[in-house]
Nanobody
Framework: QVQLVESGGGLVQAGGSLRLSCAASGRAFSTYTMGWFRQASGKEREFVAGIIWANGSTRYADSVKGRFTISRDNAKNTVSLQMNSLKPEDTAVYYC?????????????????WGQGTQVTVSS
């Protein structure tokens, strides 16, 4: 049973930084791709960033490119999202997701497992 548990959300002022973590358990994730998605109130869930666990290859949404960095820690079985230069429009619930395929997808339907989400609020 795959389990994904996010942490690190909170309230931050515009221009600040937060680091989200996703603790993954229940599988050997070397054959998985991990993704971060977000859902703002009243909007659809959208892709933020993804990483192929085996080789560290990454992909980002245009809206976060240059501000967010996704990474993984093999020893701790965690995936992190470092968020810098945060903007009020980054406010959302952030979700960690996993898919058993070695390619980053921006389509949430192609992810098999999801965490419960963590709230990020950026004040102006």
């Amino acid at each position: 049973q795959v389990q994904l548990v996010e942490s690190g959300g909170g309230l931050v002022q515009a221009g600040g930084s937060l680091r989200l973590s996703c603790a993954a358990s229940g599988r050997a994730f070397s054959t998985y791709t991990m993704g971060w998605f977000r859902q703002a109130s009243g909007k659809e869930r959208e892709f933020v960033a993804g990483i192929i666990w085996a080789n560290g290859s990454t992909r980002y949404a245009d809206s976060v490119k240059g501000r967010f960095t996704i990474s993984r820690d093999n020893a701790k079985n965690t995936v992190s999202l470092q968020m810098n230069s945060l903007k009020p429009e980054d406010t959302a619930v952030y979700y960690c997701a996993a898919r058993k395929f070695l390619a980053v997808s921006t389509n949430e339907k192609q992810y098999d497992y999801w965490g419960q989400g963590t709230q990020v609020t950026v004040s102006s």
